[in-house]
């Protein structure tokens, strides 16, 4: 009977190997709040601060100059809302405001184990609510693979907390008003 | 606007997030197995008889454990199990017993996934046949084979953290099933008069069951993710 009963258990306890060995890396699309890029191409933005409807957060006005290739213009990076289908932003200046609304439909799914549920926004369009006329949307995929990194940045652009590579960018391009 | 751009962009404002990046560790397989059932069946000498028995499972493991998938060998332990099953058998000729089991499993993991929780209820059950050997009077060993049917339900909640218009959160429920062929072996060692323990050795041949769109079925009532498994019970003869 011991016999059996050691058996028994040393079966159970085979059973529950586990491992060890080294950790694996994988690039996920956004589990949280997306960025967007609000770029404007021809004129200096002069807006102080910026903020969102739905949001007790604000932004400073201050837009960072670009220039890549035949791109220039000012840009700057803000969230994006997932609790909405709408997101909306007003950039105060001094004695006026902008405002720029757009909606989207939220595509939200499990993407793999590693990475668990994310969510990624489809058929961005701007709503009467904005101020801008002239925008354009453009999604840059994230491709939820190990993605390479751009020339010239290095891993002290690229701290814990900040954005990741995998994400998707939604590129908001302002032109002439 | 280019994609290294718009990147530099990102990684150099100030309200963005945690980074995406999960991590997890792969495993060793344990080798032991075919060795100590050939270790057990050789300890088997004897024989027994009865008209058949009731029980309750008090015990098991399916061999390798569950993995959140089939690339991650890191298995998962559960926060949560619950499993509780009845057993019975009764004899239909002098050479074989009809048995039955019925059970029911309750599994939780919090942050099964980096940002879902999992819940897992279901009821299963096994008919089938199983032949009675020639052993003595303290040990029986019974091979035999069963239907085994499952039908359970996943239920997780997904956060998807938002640090400047608040989380979303969001359910997901699913009903599955499986369906499979289980051969298996029964040893049971009489303790007292009537009272018996009982080991069943099973593979647990998957012949269908629901292939769900969203995560991987992490779970199968009464079986776990792996074809092989190990049951203790404690019988009542009769």
């Keep these: 009977m011991i016999m059996f009963i050691c058996t028994f258990f040393t079966l159970l306890i085979a059973g529950d190997f586990s491992s060890c060995g080294g950790a694996r890396t994988v690039a996920c699309e956004d589990r949280d709040e997306p960025t967007s890029v609000v770029h404007f191409t021809n004129k200096t933005p002069d807006y102080w601060r910026v903020l969102a409807v739905g949001s007790d957060k604000s932004w400073s006005g201050h837009f960072d100059h670009v220039e890549s290739g035949t791109y220039t213009g000012w840009a700057k990076a803000l969230p994006v809302s997932i609790v909405a289908d709408t997101t909306t932003y007003i950039f105060e200046r001094a004695g006026s405001a902008d405002t720029l609304s757009f ?62 590579l995998g994400n998707n960018i939604y590129q908001i391009t302002i032109g002439d008003e | 606007m280019n994609r290294q751009v718009l990147h530099q962009i990102a990684v150099s404002n100030d309200h963005l997030k945690n980074g995406n990046m999960a991590t997890t560790t792969p495993p060793f397989k344990s080798i032991l197995l075919p060795f100590v059932i050939m270790f057990c069946s050789m300890t088997l000498t004897s024989q027994e008889h009865s008209n058949g028995y009731i029980g309750i499972r008090l015990a098991g493991n399916d061999f390798s454990g569950t993995t959140r998938h089939d690339l991650d060998d890191t298995e998962i332990k559960f926060d949560k199990r619950t499993n509780i099953e009845i057993l019975g ?22 942050r099964l996934y980096v940002n879902y929780d999992y819940r897992h209820s279901g009821v299963y059950t096994r008919i089938g046949i199983v032949a009675d050997s020639e052993l003595d009077t303290r040990f029986a060993l019974h091979p035999g084979l069963a239907l085994y049917y499952a039908k359970f339900a996943e239920r997780g909640t997904y956060t998807l953290t938002g640090q400047s218009f608040g989380d979303l959160t969001g359910q997901v429920r699913r009903g599955l099933h499986a369906f499979s062929l289980e ?17 069943s050795f099973k593979y ?35």
């Design chain 2, 89 to 110: 058998a009764r004899r239909i000729s002098q050479g074989l017993l009809i048995r039955v089991s019925v059970g029911y499993t309750q599994v939780e993991e919090k």
């Design chain 1, 103 to 164: 909606t989207y439909v939220r595509d939200i799914r499990f993407e793999s184990p590693d990475c668990g549920f994310t969510v990624t926004l489809q058929e961005l369009r701007l709503t009467e609510a904005s101020t801008f006329r002239d925008v354009e949307f453009t999604v840059h995929t994230g491709t939820g693979r190990a993605p390479s990194r751009p020339e010239g940045l290095t891993t002290a652009h690229l701290p814990a907390a900040s954005f990741h």
């Design chain 2, 204 to 238: 647990n041949w998957l012949l269908t069951r629901s292939k769900p769109d969203s995560h991987p079925v992490i779970h199968i009532p009464g079986r776990g993710m792996k074809d092989v498994g190990l049951d203790l019970s404690l019988v009542y003869q009769f």
């Design chain 2, 183 to 199: 051969p298996h072996l029964d040893l049971r060692l009489r303790l007292m008069q009537r009272l018996a323990l009982q080991t």
